[in-house]
């Protein structure tokens, strides 16, 4: 096995271990159950897939050449074997998980614009509308690709790309969802700029924020795969070839390992919950609980109550046992930034930094913004 082989398959299976972890937290606590969240756990979820079909693939791959036929006759009866059709089957079953992990990506980027660009965000049929996008859209070009590779190009497992027409057939999407999500990126990058360019008299640093916010949004969008379709391996030989196709391979692998890194585990509210539930276990289960857990941590865990649900109105957030519905929030909204002055209220600038989502709970949950997650990291 190559050392490009052995880093990229450490890669995938870190990349693996994580995103399962990470997958479970979010599925398990029902406090993170939202709009936002659905989408990283299935963006996630493709993340793992893709590892799991390219380790599944590998080992196909493996079992198929490790024979070696002597005659004729046994390589003909070799090429028409399972092992064969096996290997095929894991082909491109990694080319359409590959193709969605792709489309999930570009779905958090279009989730993360609308958020940041949309005052009222209603989120009813929002998730089936990305779903259909992020799993569905793929077998657009996967199954054609498949269809055509049959006709025109059946040789051992699919593995190379002989013909450039019928790749284009899967590579041609795959970089459609990177401009796209590049466009995003500079969007987005426009509107932070602007928004910290406004508060730099509260802080000097805001070139700085800047220069991390960007950081953090390039793997998260996948924009740093653009560089290997304008700077392709197949454009060089030799080491230089070798060394582009290690990068790529070493980046890709652990792509789920940073994604997961800054929507889960990075995140304060995931952090949040994680220490509340840890504190609970010790205060239930542990007869030494000073061991573990401070007094005042072990004092807020057994006082804390649920938070009171909060909603909008006019003239902020007020407290109540009754949820308003989605039509009175809207109407609030709407009725005052009719009634206000040009200048937008404290009230309304809130709103439109976050995305109102029910969760499981019943509570109100504002989806986070580049900026709270820049605030994050910061800490």
Same mark, same amino acid.
Request: charged share 20%; with cysteine.
């Given at each position: ?32 159950? !939202? ?74 980027? $279009? ?45 051992? !497992? ?21 401009? $796209? *999500? ?50 392709? *391996? ?29 929507? !889960? ?40 109550? %649920? ?16 949820? %308003? ?20 209220? %404290? ?33």
């Amino acid at each position: 096995m190559s050392l490009t082989k052995v880093c990229y398959t450490i890669g995938n299976s870190i990349s693996l271990v994580t995103l399962v972890i990470a997958l479970f937290i979010l599925l398990v606590f029902r406090k993170l159950h !939202c709009t936002r969240n659905y989408i990283h756990m299935n963006m996630f979820a493709s993340f793992i897939m893709k590892a799991l079909a390219v380790l599944m693939k590998d080992m196909a791959h493996i079992n198929t050449y490790a024979k070696k036929p002597s005659d004729e006759n046994e390589w003909m009866s070799y090429l028409k074997g399972d092992e064969v059709t096996m290997c095929t089957v894991f082909q491109v079953l990694m080319h359409f998980f590959v193709g969605t992990n792709f489309f999930w990506l570009l779905v958090e980027g $279009i989730y993360l614009h609308t958020i940041l660009v949309t005052v009222v965000l209603s989120e009813s049929g929002l998730l089936l509308k990305y779903c259909i996008i992020g799993w569905l859209f793929p077998l657009l070009f996967v199954v054609p690709w498949v269809v055509t590779r049959l006709y025109f190009e059946n040789n051992m !497992c699919w593995v190379g790309n002989g013909n450039a027409a019928i790749w284009w057939i899967i590579k041609g999407p795959m970089i459609l969802c990177i401009l $796209i *999500n590049f466009i995003i990126f500079l969007k987005i990058l426009k509107i932070l700029h602007s928004k910290l360019k406004a508060q730099q008299e509260k802080s000097a640093d805001y070139k700085l924020r800047l220069a991390r916010a960007t950081l953090i949004l390039i793997p998260l969008l996948g924009t740093h795969k653009l560089l290997f379709i304008v700077v392709n *391996n197949e454009q060089f030989e030799g080491r230089t070839k070798q060394a582009l196709l290690f990068l790529e391979l070493a980046m890709g692998s652990l792509e789920g390992f940073l994604v997961v890194m800054l929507y !889960c585990f990075k995140n304060g509210e995931v952090r949040t919950e994680l220490r509340k539930q840890w504190n609970l276990f010790v205060l239930n289960y542990f007869p030494c609980q000073s061991c573990f857990i401070s007094n005042k941590a072990r004092y807020e865990t057994k006082n804390s109550k %649920p938070p009171r649900q909060k909603y909008l109105v006019k003239n902020g957030f007020y407290q109540d046992s009754k949820r %308003p519905s989605s039509v009175q929030l809207l109407h609030v909204s709407v009725s005052t930034s009719m009634d206000l002055d040009p200048q937008r209220s %404290p009230t309304l600038e809130y709103f439109a930094r976050g995305s109102v989502s029910e969760s499981s709970d019943g509570g109100l949950t504002l989806g986070e913004t580049i900026e709270e997650t820049l605030e994050e990291n910061e800490t």
